[in-house]
């Protein structure tokens, strides 16, 4: 299995701008979650989904991020528009089970600027 | 909501050196707990992983516990090496997964 995949691996935008994340989870894998990691506040989850429907987004900071799973094997997470302090780098991970047996598997992650 | 402490927060040690790595979580109704490394500028790479029914797991070098009632868990890390520098995380598994701001490890040849 190629693992969880992410991308783009850097995405550089300007303030105000459209920003797409991608993520591909294992086949096979039921939960999807999304991180932020930022020296601040180290890796914050944002949302996570189970069969392709969203569980929690209570992580999600504001009406600016939203994130979709239009199926199992692929996720978005959108940012309009987008601002400085959005920089971080962006994972996302995924598991069989929720935080049961197998624990996660993360992606290499997205690293976002905006200038 | 579930809050997880990593202590310390930077080690540094000299090479050989056998060294402990604690986590420290407030709910203990936890499904697993996991230890994690991450490499400057890369991703997560998990190293072990403890099932709520275990008190430890060990893989090679590295050797971790849970202790559920208390709300902690130790990574120890025998005759360290080099390359075992790196940010030690731990995360722990509710309903989903809290992370530990983790320990940045320099070992020094």
């Known amino acids: 299995d190629a693992g969880v995949i992410q991308s783009p691996r850097h995405e550089v935008t300007e303030m105000g701008q459209e920003v797409t994340l991608r993520c591909k989870p294992i086949?096979?894998?039921?939960?999807l979650f999304w991180y932020r990691q930022t020296m601040m506040r180290g890796l914050e989850l944002l949302i996570y989904?189970?069969?392709?429907?969203?569980?929690?987004d209570s992580g999600m900071p504001e009406d600016r991020f939203s994130a979709k799973m239009p199926n199992a094997s692929f996720s978005t997470l959108k940012i309009q528009p987008s601002e400085p302090r959005d920089s971080a780098v962006y994972f996302c991970?995924?598991?069989?089970?929720?935080?049961?047996?197998?624990?996660?598997?993360f992606g290499s992650g997205t690293r976002l600027t905006v200038v | 909501k579930q809050e997880v402490t990593q202590i310390p927060a930077a080690l540094s040690v000299p090479e050989g050196e056998n060294l402990v790595l604690n986590c420290s979580f407030t709910?203990?109704?936890?499904?697993?707990l996991q230890w994690f490394r991450q490499d400057p500028g890369k991703g997560l790479t998990s190293l072990l992983l403890?099932?709520?029914?275990?008190r430890e797991q060990t893989s090679g070098r590295l050797n971790a516990s849970l202790d559920k009632s208390s709300g902690r868990s130790t990574l120890y890390i025998a005759a360290s090496q080099p390359g075992d520098s790196a940010t030690y995380l731990c995360?722990?598994?509710?309903?989903?997964?809290?992370f530990g701001a983790g320990t940045r490890l320099t070992v020094k040849p």
């Open positions: 709910d203990s109704a936890i499904y697993n």
């Open positions: 403890i099932q709520s029914s275990q």
């Open positions: 991970a995924s598991s069989p089970l929720l935080g049961i047996e197998y624990g996660y598997t």
């Open positions: 989904f189970n069969n392709n429907v969203p569980i929690d």
């Open positions: 086949s096979g894998h039921d939960y």
């Open positions: 995360a722990v598994g509710n309903n989903d997964m809290r």
